[in-house]
């Protein structure tokens, strides 16, 4: 009787159940990649586009930073220890960071060390 029923059992089709769990996981992934996808950061000489950034308490930002510029910049954000590198015209690096506390946080390009004039922005972190 018990070998009767373990055959039973490895013939039966597979639970519908399973599929639906597995294309819902699927399409829970496909949300969670565009809420990641980077933002755009553009770097000209003498400012910071957009900026303002928004991003909330432990929701991973992801930035594209790009140098429109025709000199050299970089991108700090020094309250999460964001230091991107030095960008020559036309280079672009990805930044990812998790922000752990509310605020109004300054970013900017200091490239030679000082922070370059105009070349700032603010990134608001709510709750």
Do not use: C
């Not at 400012?47 to 303002?52: E, G, K, M, Q, R």
């Not at 140098?67 to 309250?79: E, P, Q």
Request: zero cysteines; aromatic letters at 8%.
């Amino acid at each position: 009787m018990r070998v009767r029923r373990w055959m039973e059992l490895r013939r039966a089709k597979p639970p519908s159940l399973f599929i639906m769990a597995f294309a819902l996981s699927v399409v829970a992934s496909m949300a969670t990649a565009d809420a990641q996808a980077p933002r755009t950061v553009t770097l000209r000489d003498g400012s910071i586009v957009p900026a303002t950034l928004s991003a909330k308490v432990g929701q991973r930002v992801e930035l594209e930073v790009v140098n429109a510029g025709s000199r050299t910049h970089n991108f700090v954000l020094r309250d999460f220890y964001v230091f991107g590198p030095n960008l020559a015209p036309g280079e672009r690096t990805r930044i990812g960071f998790v922000p752990d506390r509310a605020g109004r946080f300054p970013y900017y390009s200091d490239t030679g060390g000082r922070p370059e004039p105009g070349m700032r922005g603010t990134l608001v972190v709510s709750p």
